[in-house]
């Protein structure tokens, strides 16, 4: 592992790099990020939704051990997840690196390409070819759905600051691991925990909220006012938890 200081420096030129990729990388890598996360979510559902209800905790484990493989491929293949541009886009903006326009500019092109990524999985391959439409499959999503979007406006958005403490965690550890098998670790336990816990992620609802859509479980109403707190959590959560409180606390010993 590098040291916290060395990941920090790791950290920002990488908040670089994610700005001076072309639009068309940016297009394609954010559809790639939205689609990993979802397929991580669709596992999730298909492994967690065939446990009794008597242990669901057990299914929540299982299904949780799972998710964290939409963020490896990310990680580790390639791919722009805006959870994560939100912990290293804005500690570069933090060392002026980067400038406000720089980083709002990624974060909206981003945001929209992971949304479309979410949609396409949550359609084709869970309601399209019936992945999420039959049996305890379509049951475990809407009730899944329902639970996020009956949350308060202040609960979303803890809630997705908790979430993404736990995301740009996993990223400042991948970043600070130097190789493929400790990287996949270093994203595997955190990613795993969110989850476990049930905090709620923005890219993760757009898949499963939509997937309750349709399957006539929620409305688009119902995804958009859940999609704003957690969004905003997930800012809260990668940009101050996680990279502002690192840069406070190391940026003197560079």
């Not at 940016?26 to 999730?44: Q, T």
């Amino acid at each position: 592992m590098y040291a916290p200081e060395e990941i920090m420096e790791i950290a920002i030129q990488n908040g670089i790099k994610k700005i001076h990729k072309t639009v068309q990388a940016k297009c394609i890598l954010g559809f790639i990020g939205g689609a990993m996360i979802s397929l991580g979510y669709l596992a999730y559902i298909r492994i967690s939704a065939p446990i009794p209800t008597e242990f669901t905790g057990l299914g929540t484990l299982l299904g949780a051990s799972v998710f964290p493989i939409g963020l490896i491929v990310i990680l580790l293949a390639g791919g722009e997840l805006i959870t994560g541009n939100m912990m290293a886009v804005s500690i570069a903006f933090y060392d002026k690196k980067i400038s406000l326009q720089n980083l709002l500019s990624n974060w909206l092109v981003i945001t929209f390409w992971n949304i479309i990524g979410g949609l396409f999985v949550a359609y084709f391959f869970g309601h399209f070819i019936g992945l999420t439409s039959s049996g305890i499959y379509q049951e475990h999503v809407r009730t899944i759905a329902q639970h996020k979007i009956h949350a308060t406006f202040m609960q979303s958005l803890v809630s997705g600051i908790g979430c993404n403490w736990f995301v740009g965690i996993a990223l400042w550890l991948c970043y600070g691991a130097k190789d493929a098998a400790g990287k996949i670790v270093a994203i595997w336990f955190p990613v795993m925990i969110f989850v476990a816990i049930g905090f709620q992620h923005s890219v993760a609802n757009c898949f499963i909220i939509p997937a309750a859509i349709f399957e006539g479980g929620a409305t688009w109403k119902d995804f958009i006012l859940n999609f704003l707190p957690v969004y905003l959590g997930n800012i809260l959560g990668g940009a101050l938890f996680v990279s502002g409180f690192y840069y406070l606390s190391y940026r003197g010993k560079k």
